[in-house]
Every structure is written in C-alpha cells, then in structure tokens.
C-alpha cells in the first residue's frame, strides 16, 4: 500500500521508539583515535527481564534498558521464548558499533603517523659518481694480465681513442681500477621537512692489499687546476676528511707548486645542512701510494637528537683505487703496459706480444 513520505506505521513508530531510548547504559569502552570520539554502551542483563531499577546513585535513568549479547538476537530470530523484534534491531546496532570500533583501532597507528608528520624512506637520498678532474692522470690497472683482442686494439691503436666516450666503456669491460687517486661527486639531497646535519663523511676500508700489478693504461694529465673540497689518505690506519689545500708558493725552489695536499679536517668547522628537496654536492679525492684499497663512505648525521649514518658505495660494490705496482728498487712493475702517444692512441710499450712494427711515442 502506498503512503506520503513522512507517514509512520504504528509498529515503526514503536520501533522508533525503542532505538531512540532504551540503548542507553553504562559505558564499557570509551576512546579517541584521531578527532573521533565512540563509545561503545552494552549491557549484562537476562534477555526478557524487562526494565532493570537503577541502584541508587548510579546515575542511569529509569527505564532504560541493558541488553545481553548472548541469546536475544537469536530469539528474536527464531521467534524462540517470546523475544521481541525491537531486540534484534539493538543487537545489531550494536554489531555495527563494535565493526566500526575495530576498523577505527585497526587504522590508529596510520592516522597516529599523519598526526605525529612521521614519513617512511631515507632520511636523504645520496648518489655518487666517479669523475677525472683536469689535474688527474688516466692511469688504470687490473689485477691480472689483460690481453685486448683484436677489434680492441684497433680501437687502441686509433688516433684519439683515448679522448671517446668509448675508451670509458673499455676500461669499464677490463674491470681496470683507478691507480693513484680516486675522484667522486657525492650528492646529498635531503627527503625531510626536519633539517638533517650531516656531520662527517669518512671511508669505511673494505681491504687493503698490494698494488695492482697486471696491466697498465697510462694515459696523461691534461695539466689542468681542479677544484675539490675534501682529500683522504687512504694509506692512513684510520683516514678522515681533511680539506684539500693547494701550495700557493710559486717560488722557483718548490717544485710542488700548485699541488694540492691534505690540509685541517674537514668537518672540524663545517656542517653540512639539508632541507626537504635542498641539494649539497662534495668533490671528494681519495688517495693511495702503497695499497690497493677497497672501500665505501659512511655518511654520519643527526636528524633532531639522533645520530644516524648511511653508508654509500657504488652500487652494492666498494669504491677502489689502487698505488703504483713498483719493484724493490722502486721501479714501475707491470705484466704490461699500454702508453698513450701523441696523437691520442694507446700502444702497448712493455710485455709479451709488443707490436716491434709499430714504434712508439709517448707524449
């Protein structure tokens, strides 16, 4: 039968009734969890027992009732020891408050973290690439004799090899490793709305062990005057950054004019700071005259009132740089040595299989 909207049976308003009055009680669970506020009412009272009297001074209004979440609903299912419906429609709000609890103290510590401003990830994010400043020799050795095949050395033997993007891509395949020093750009860039102090930036040795010996690369400087910020020593026991300070004595007596030597450290004075998105870049030299040295960078910081550190290598694998291979008499030693000539090529100039019909010239 059809009604205006707005009319109301008799049993819904019963019904109404009911719901809007008698679900009061005491509160058994009571919490806050963001800006939502529940409370959840229940009750221990047999099912049937009509209206409980309050004790005096509990504070509980005449006629309301407390429902027992045993049996009620099921009996107002079945239609078992008289149950009346309005019990199946408390009990069920009631379901639906307990539900809305657990999925509202299941999300608490999400929306715990949105309050508090907590945000998962690092707390920067460091890259890092190795470069060959203007000053720097091309010197590269591996650590047994590497023989070239055929196509690599006419690509050696042409001129200006050594200045292509390829001549990288072939000291990368010879597993070659930097000999004398080691150049990188680390950069910092910060991931958090809180300000990072970075406060040391140091090596962390892997290994140390004789020089490489199997075959050289020796390509020149360009002669150049680099700018880098930091220097290690890496045949020191224990290296720190020290900053890189170059002899400005000119005089015709110091032949080191020019040279840049490890001066105070570093991070005596200096604090390198990082906001969210804020960019810091180190040019940092790493050197070595007796080892072949394997090792990564720890990167020491405080975020608030800790102290954290990252450690950096490159890719999963070490950085590495090796010293000069020499005999006891302090000479240069190698199974063979490939030379850059003067119009850019390399030729090999000491081992087994030198090419006697092409000559050499070193620059």
Same mark, same amino acid.
């Given at each position: 039968?059809?009604?205006?909207?707005?009319?109301?049976?008799?049993?819904?308003?019963?019904?109404?009734? %009911?719901?809007?009055?008698?679900?009061?009680?005491?509160?058994?669970?009571?919490?806050?969890?963001?800006?939502?506020?529940?409370?959840?009412?229940?009750?221990?009272?047999?099912?049937?027992?009509?209206?409980?009297?309050?004790?005096?001074?509990?504070?509980?209004?005449?006629?309301?009732?407390?429902?027992?979440?045993?049996?009620?609903?099921?009996?107002?299912?079945?239609?078992?020891?008289?149950?009346?419906?309005?019990?199946?429609?408390?009990?069920?709000?009631?379901?639906?408050?307990?539900?809305?609890?657990?999925?509202?103290?299941?999300?608490?510590?999400?929306?715990?973290?949105?309050?508090?401003?907590?945000?998962?990830?690092?707390?920067?994010?460091?890259?890092?690439?190795?470069?060959? &400043?203007?000053?720097?020799?091309?010197?590269?050795?591996?650590?047994?004799?590497?023989?070239?095949?055929?196509?690599?050395?006419?690509?050696?033997?042409?001129?200006?090899?050594?200045?292509?993007?390829?001549?990288?891509?072939? #000291?990368?395949? =010879?597993?070659?490793?930097?000999?004398?020093?080691?150049? &990188?750009? &680390?950069?910092? =860039?910060?991931?958090?709305?809180?300000?990072?102090?970075? #406060?040391?930036?140091?090596?962390?040795?892997?290994?140390?062990?004789?020089?490489?010996?199997?075959?050289?690369?020796?390509?020149?400087?360009?002669?150049?005057?680099?700018?880098?910020?930091?220097?290690?020593?890496?045949?020191?026991?224990?290296?720190?950054?020290?900053?890189?300070?170059?002899? =400005?004595?000119?005089?015709?007596?110091?032949?080191?004019?020019?040279?840049?030597?490890?001066?105070?450290?570093?991070?005596?004075?200096?604090?390198?700071?990082?906001?969210?998105?804020?960019?810091?870049? #180190?040019?940092?030299?790493?050197? =070595?005259?007796?080892?072949?040295?394997?090792?990564?960078?720890?990167?020491?910081?405080? &975020?608030?009132?800790?102290?954290?550190?990252?450690?950096?290598?490159?890719?999963?694998?070490?950085?590495?740089?090796?010293?000069?291979?020499?005999?006891?008499?302090?000479?240069?030693?190698?199974?063979?040595?490939?030379?850059?000539?003067?119009?850019?090529?390399?030729?090999?100039?000491?081992?087994? %299989?030198?090419?006697?019909?092409?000559?050499?010239?070193?620059?």
């Amino acid at each position: 039968m059809a009604r205006a909207d707005g009319d109301e049976t008799r049993a819904e308003r019963a019904t109404r009734n %009911d719901i809007s009055g008698e679900v009061a009680g005491p509160a058994i669970q009571a919490g806050s969890i963001g800006h939502l506020h529940v409370t959840v009412t229940g009750s221990s009272s047999p099912a049937g027992s009509g209206p409980e009297k309050p004790a005096e001074g509990s504070g509980r209004p005449a006629g309301t009732r407390r429902w027992r979440r045993g049996g009620s609903a099921c009996k107002a299912i079945t239609g078992m020891g008289g149950g009346k419906p309005r019990r199946l429609v408390v009990s069920a709000i009631g379901v639906a408050v307990l539900s809305a609890i657990g999925g509202a103290l299941a999300f608490q510590p999400q929306i715990r973290g949105l309050v508090s401003g907590t945000a998962s990830g690092p707390d920067f994010a460091a890259s890092v690439e190795a470069v060959r &400043l203007d000053d720097e020799g091309w010197w590269a050795a591996t650590s047994g004799d590497f023989r070239p095949t055929s196509a690599q050395s006419r690509f050696l033997a042409e001129p200006m090899s050594t200045t292509s993007e390829k001549y990288d891509d072939f #000291l990368g395949s =010879t597993g070659a490793v930097n000999v004398g020093e080691q150049t &990188l750009r &680390l950069t910092l =860039t910060g991931r958090r709305d809180q300000q990072v102090n970075v #406060l040391d930036v140091r090596p962390v040795i892997v290994r140390r062990a004789s020089p490489l010996a199997g075959t050289l690369f020796a390509v020149g400087s360009q002669a150049g005057s680099a700018t880098f910020q930091v220097i290690y020593d890496l045949d020191r026991p224990n290296p720190v950054a020290r900053k890189a300070v170059r002899d =400005t004595d000119f005089s015709e007596s110091n032949p080191d004019a020019g040279a840049v030597r490890p001066g105070p450290p570093f991070f005596a004075d200096t604090t390198i700071t990082l906001r969210r998105d804020e960019q810091n870049v #180190l040019v940092l030299r790493a050197r =070595t005259e007796r080892f072949h040295v394997a090792f990564r960078l720890k990167v020491t910081y405080m &975020l608030g009132d800790r102290r954290k550190y990252m450690i950096v290598d490159d890719h999963g694998r070490p950085f590495q740089v090796s010293g000069v291979s020499r005999s006891p008499d302090g000479e240069e030693r190698y199974g063979r040595v490939f030379s850059m000539q003067s119009d850019y090529s390399m030729c090999q100039t000491v081992g087994p %299989d030198v090419d006697a019909a092409r000559q050499c010239q070193g620059i």
